[in-house]
């Protein structure tokens, strides 16, 4: 379980360090070069992808319970499967707004990328509703 612990903290940490370099980039080079519309299309995923590695890096110290801690013990498959539909989700999310934000710059045709930001808001939410039906179903020590 170690190992899968310190997968989820890595995963977390470069998502955080992801959104603090594409909100830069956002907030420093697309400042003139696109509308206020798309820098806020920009900053909307910058803030998903944010919010989702900060839930990630709090899923990772859950995980890190002594619970987990034996070789034998192990989350859910429900579980796991939330968190992979988060990833998932906020890739699927970002990515798209991330490139429909650069129709300005390159092509109109970009904007068509927005039809996959409510697909991969759908994962987002199925993956964090998982969560929360774990956290529900599942007795947890003290």
Do not use: C
Request: net charge positive; aromatic share 14%; no cysteine.
């Amino acid at each position: 379980m170690g190992r899968n612990r310190h997968n989820y903290f890595a995963a977390g940490a470069f998502m955080v360090a992801m959104a603090i370099v594409l909100g830069a980039f956002g907030a420093h080079g697309l400042e003139k070069k696109v509308t206020l519309k798309y820098l806020g299309t920009w900053k909307t995923a910058t803030e998903y992808l944010m919010y989702n590695a900060l839930g990630i890096l709090a899923f990772a110290a859950y995980i890190s319970n002594d619970k987990f801690n034996s070789p034998n013990e192990q989350p859910n498959l429900m579980l796991r499967l939330s968190v992979l539909s988060i990833f998932i989700g906020v890739f699927v999310f970002s990515t798209s707004l991330y490139i429909v934000s650069l129709n300005e710059i390159y092509s109109q045709t970009l904007k068509s990328f927005g039809r996959f930001a409510p697909i991969g808001g759908l994962f987002m939410t199925l993956g964090w509703v998982g969560i929360g039906l774990h956290f529900l179903t599942q007795k947890h020590s003290k």
